[in-house]
């Protein structure tokens, strides 16, 4: 079945990418798919893939059929265009990159091979497919129709009437698998997984969002009447009696049941349609962060490193340098779904042929560099390479295929260069054993385990110290670790004396600003090489401790390519 069906859509006429006449291919789609989609989602397309137990929400389950975000409603296929806009675009606030560094014609491909893991696609067609004729322009009544649509269709139930995810349902739902599941947080900015336009927002709106509570509001859901809304007696403890009198009185301008029965059903789907406009605009107005709409996609965001005198002089990310050097907004990916994520890093890079600087600078309301135990977690953000810049690995780690050098810098190392920060400062009020013996060959004396003046002592039975592990070194030369990996679960330290990246991060006012900094050309086997003249990719990480970041928990970049310049 699955080689009838792949040979069905080898030959089928796609019309994506603009007016483009592109003929489908399966086969290449399925090389695609292995290489760039089935770490998450699995050979099978099951969902089930390597990265899977890293992300939440899941990543799709190709062979049901059923997907989150199109143009048809609920229950129904996507079109091809669906699929494709969604491989493109990706789902901002999910870990679903956009895979817009693809050609159009691989997407299509992708689109034509992934169809092959549901028998829906070769039985069934995408039916009732949303059309958007105009789109209107935000007004301030609009804004107040909106909120009195908000209470009556009950959106607050779930969002929250402040539209934070809080409502007093949001704990108990769970998608069509039973899995649990979290209503989308409308205050923040630019995450709406299908899209953050108003035409993405009616859509998602008009057909809702399969497999999930989300319904749909067609023109049956929104051709309200005064009838609809006898009392508002629900509304009361959520919102005051001046908004439940507002509401009301936008009651009262309802249509009603025998003279809704008397419009034709143009007129019908008007009145729906101005109900779903005006409820767009009102949950866009909800966001309270003031921040602007953020791109998910990466072949517009690329990144240079500025030529610069000397590098030295921006090692340190307070250095008045580095204010006329532009930077770039990056999206990040959030893999384990969360409340309030950082969704966004801004990068700046300079090089002076030598070596190369990187700056970062994210938000983050806590300064966590205390991460002295295991149920302590502490802020970090990392740069990631593939070894060889002409590869492509798997952005998460590499894979077994393609090896990636990995910049780590740590919050609480930072710290440790101050200050050693040891066992009694975890934990103050501990008791201890005192061990009255000579230790270390010299004269008898008394060391405290419990102490954190121990870095002159050569313990054997230390693991940490006695094996070099950087982790236990109680002096460090730099806040960053470097390391390789070839997939999960495969992270290595480089050893102690190919440590030769550094780093400097400051926290004020709510933000990180970290540089990490590195000679071009290493000679660390383990290293990558970094050329003038050259572009490769490069991707960025960042763990908020607050939210108990650690590992695979934590924000990402997809890959985006990095230009060197070569003055």
Not at 123 to 149: F, H, N, R, S
Not at 358 to 370: G, S, V
Not at 448 to 477: E, Y
Not at 542 to 565: A, E, F, H, P
Request: charged share 25%.
């Amino acid at each position: 079945m699955l080689i009838i069906a792949v040979a069905f859509v080898a030959v089928g006429v796609q019309f994506l990418d603009g007016s483009v006449m592109m003929t489908s291919d399966a086969s290449r789609g399925k090389q695609l798919y292995e290489r760039y989609c089935a770490n998450c989602h699995g050979l099978d397309g099951k969902g089930e893939g390597s990265a899977a137990k890293y992300l939440f929400p899941k990543p799709r389950d190709f062979t049901r059929g059923l997907f989150k975000f199109q143009s048809t409603p609920v229950g129904s296929l996507p079109t091809d265009e669906d699929l494709h806009r969604t491989i493109k675009n990706g789902m901002p606030g999910s870990a679903m990159p956009a895979w817009d560094r693809l050609t159009g014609q691989e997407r299509n491909d992708l689109v034509a091979y992934i169809k092959t893991y549901s028998e829906r696609f070769q039985t069934e067609q995408p039916t009732d497919v949303l059309t958007i004729e105009k789109e209107p322009e935000a007004t301030p009544e609009m804004l107040q129709d909106g909120k009195a649509v908000y209470a009556l269709a009950g959106c607050w139930r779930c969002h929250g009437k402040t539209g934070a995810g809080d409502g007093p349902s949001a704990n108990d739902l769970k998608d069509d698998l039973e899995r649990p599941i979290r209503p989308y947080n409308f205050t923040r900015a630019g995450a709406f997984k299908g899209g953050g336009t108003p035409r993405d927002i009616y859509q998602t709106f008009s057909t809702g969002i399969g497999g999930t509570p989300m319904p749909g509001y067609g023109e049956d859901a929104l051709t309200l009447t005064i009838e609809s809304f006898p009392d508002l007696e629900n509304l009361e403890g959520q919102y005051t009696p001046e908004e439940i009198h507002d509401i009301r009185d936008y009651v009262s301008k309802l249509p009603s049941e025998v003279e809704m029965n008397t419009k034709t059903e143009t007129e019908r789907k008007a009145l729906a349609d101005a109900k779903r406009w005006v409820l767009v605009y009102y949950v866009l107005s909800l966001s309270q962060s003031g921040k602007s709409q953020i791109s998910y996609t990466i072949t517009d965001h690329p990144i240079t490193a500025v030529s610069v005198k000397d590098v030295s002089q921006f090692t340190d990310p307070t250095s008045t340098q580095w204010s006329d050097i532009k930077e770039i907004e990056l999206a990040l990916i959030s893999l384990w779904q969360r409340e309030t994520p950082t969704d966004r890093v801004h990068v700046k890079c300079v090089t002076d042929r030598k070596s190369i600087a990187f700056r970062l600078e994210w938000e983050d309301p806590t300064k966590d560099d205390n991460a002295l135990y295991n149920a302590k977690f502490g802020d970090a953000a990392a740069v990631q390479f593939p070894l060889d810049p002409t590869t492509d690995p798997f952005f998460g780690m590499g894979d077994t295929n393609f090896v990636v050098n990995i910049w780590h810098w740590k919050s609480w190392w930072e710290k440790d260069r101050v200050e050693y920060a040891g066992v009694t400062s975890a934990f103050p009020d501990m008791a201890v054993d005192g061990y009255p013996f000579d230790v270390t060959g010299s004269s008898i004396a008394e060391y405290f385990v419990s102490r954190d003046s121990a870095k002159n002592i050569s313990m054997t039975w230390n693991a940490g110290w006695g094996s070099g592990n950087l982790l236990s070194a109680q002096v460090r030369t730099s806040s960053v670790e470097d390391l390789n990996a070839k997939g999960f679960g495969t992270l290595t330290s480089q050893a102690a004396n190919a440590q030769n990246v550094k780093g400097k991060g400051i926290w004020k006012d709510g933000k990180w600003s970290v540089v990490l900094y590195r000679s071009l050309d290493s000679k660390e086997k383990d290293d990558v090489v970094l050329k003038s003249s050259t572009t490769i990719p490069v991707a960025f990480a960042v763990w908020d401790g607050s939210l108990n970041d650690r590992n695979g928990q934590k924000m990402v970049t997809n890959w985006y390519r990095l230009n060197i310049v070569a003055k």
